[in-house]
């Protein structure tokens, strides 16, 4: 296989859903934002839970692509698109954590 570097971009947000009473409430809040995610920007993402926590999420967002910058951008694009649904006041977003790593792998 030839030299193709690989790089891996994660967005991990935390989230507080004050308007959830139930996990069905948090649910739709947090899976809203995941297919979103999903089908605007071509991410991975996941819902990390915690469990049996109603205002309380950690989602995980990840971007592949042969360029740092691409994925970094696409990530950005992501946490511009999460504060502009903050807005609507559905959840509020307590801290991200974002990360760019080079992935060695697939190289000679």
Known sequence: MGGQALFCGV???QLKIPGAASLKDRRQVTRSLLERARSRLNVSSA???PEGSFQDG?????AV???PSEAGERLDLL?????????????????????VEKYA???D
């Open 11 to 13: 967005l991990v947000v």
């Open 47 to 49: 819902d990390l839970g």
């Open 58 to 62: 950690f989602l995980a967002f990840s």
């Open 65 to 67: 692509s042969s360029s």
């Open 79 to 99: 946490l511009r698109m999460i504060r502009s649904m903050e807005e609507k006041g559905d959840f509020l977003l307590v801290r991200e954590i974002k990360e």
């Open 105 to 107: 792998g697939f190289q």
